[in-house]
């Protein structure tokens, strides 16, 4: 299926999400002479992200939105200056390039409810749009060394392109749920990890690919008979990761305030102990419109919705899901951006270990009801947005991650979460 996209300008590009400067567009923006605008006095405009050299990204107003967000939906910058004055990271929303070795894949992000949602023109009728960016010196396809295939073998681009093909091809078999996919996925990168690969000639590397891909699903079908539960250490190290997808959810009733810290103190230690209550997410109809004013939503749910089943869910409410790890996995985006130096098996991981999140975040963001295709799409831009969250990207979390695949554990989460 062709992505589609038309901007609605519904302003959820603009919430939540961390916009990077590069030195010249901090120098730019500050030129533009925003501390002496009237509708920003006294307001922070840039926060510094690293102590030297100086690195900035743009400030937040409370409610979560760009501090450059008018109260109309409208950006500030855009509206003065016109386009070409934002920050490249916001030109270029919803497209992203994943640059390979001598050419480039265009997709969308899934951080919109129109790409979601496919309410939109066809990405191959955006040229004019697209292009000019695309071709930007930053944007551009390097002849670069290929990302490695597992933590101590790089190998070509061809092999990690056979790989990655590999890898789309177990995401997208219809055949099976997207719960079974991802475990194929998982016992790829497990085996692959296990394989002394720099042994293998060309030839001998591509025979074990075609034999990893179709024993995959005969070696997954014994872990679906008995759903195990994780140990009680993995749904730790779980919950850990459940608390960053959360905050991105766009129905989090984030606050950058002191009293939004100590709310949010509160509910990380409920969610570590795995018992309490949270601050309950704000619905579809709330979360996904701009009003001009911060979207208000009270309440609380308690944590025994993780307990839920969530059964029997229908086929349209699981779509979103299952096209945003399809097409993060055609467009090899899950290989190449993001998480700088990750190997491809522990990227399989990632991914994977986003679906178990994603259906407790579900859980949480609709207590006691039946969620909607519009709950999940929430859910899908939580996860899209955590593709460029630092903590799921950082050592720290590469290292659990090969931890809970190393001991099965990540396979039981994911099957476990499925449930
Ligand atoms: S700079 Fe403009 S386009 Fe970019 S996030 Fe802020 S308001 Fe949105």
């Not at 959360?246 to 709310?263: V, Y």
């Amino acid at each position: 299926m062709e992505e589609r996209w038309t901007c609605h300008g519904c302003g959820i590009c603009c919430r939540h999400v961390i916009i990077p400067l590069s030195p010249e567009e901090y120098a730019r923006i500050r030129a533009q002479g925003w501390d002496k605008d009237p509708t920003l006095a006294g307001k922070r405009l840039f926060v510094r992200t690293q102590l030297w050299p100086p690195r900035y990204r743009l400030a937040h107003q409370e409610d979560g939105y760009c501090v450059f967000l008018s109260p109309t939906g409208r950006c500030r910058i855009h509206e003065r200056f016109g386009a070409e004055a934002k920050p490249l990271v916001c030109r270029m929303f919803p497209y992203q390039t994943v640059a390979l070795d001598k050419f480039a894949y265009l997709t969308l992000r899934h951080n919109c409810p129109s790409v979601i949602r496919h309410a939109g023109q066809p990405l191959s009728q955006q040229e004019d749009q697209w292009r000019p960016l695309a071709e930007h010196p930053r944007l551009r396809p390097q002849a670069t060394v290929p990302p490695p295939i597992t933590l101590g073998y790089r190998g070509t681009w061809n092999q990690f392109l056979r790989s990655a093909a590999v890898v789309e091809r177990l995401l997208c078999n219809p055949s099976y749920p997207m719960v079974r996919r991802l475990v194929h996925a998982l016992l790829f990168a497990q085996t692959l990890d296990a394989c002394r690969l720099s042994r293998l000639d060309q030839e001998r590397y591509i025979e074990l690919l075609r034999m990893l891909e179709e024993s995959v699903p005969k070696e997954a079908e014994p872990l679906f008979r008995d759903r195990v539960p994780p140990d009680a250490a993995s749904q730790f190290i779980f919950r850990r990761v459940l608390l960053d997808y959360l905050r991105l959810h766009p129905g989090f009733p984030l606050q950058e305030s002191w009293q939004g810290r100590i709310q949010w103190a509160k509910m990380a230690l409920a969610i570590a102990r795995g018992k309490g209550t949270i601050p309950a997410l704000a619905p579809p109809e709330v979360a996904l419109k701009f009003e001009g004013e911060p979207a208000t939503f009270s309440g609380s749910v308690s944590l025994a919705e993780l307990d839920r089943s969530l059964t029997g869910l229908h086929r349209d409410v699981l779509k979103p899901l299952d096209e945003y790890y399809e097409a993060m996995a055609i467009s090899r985006r899950f290989a190449v951006n993001g998480r700088r130096g990750w190997p491809l098996t522990d990227r399989i991981r990632a991914l994977a270990a986003s679906f178990p999140a994603a259906l407790a975040v579900l859980r949480l963001a609709t207590p006691g009801r039946l969620p909607t295709a519009d709950d999940m799409m929430a859910v899908v831009i939580a996860l899209d947005r955590g593709e460029g969250l630092a903590s799921l990207a950082s050592r720290t979390y590469r290292r659990r991650l090969r931890a809970l695949g190393r001991s099965g554990q990540l396979i039981r989460l994911v099957i476990w979460w499925a449930r």
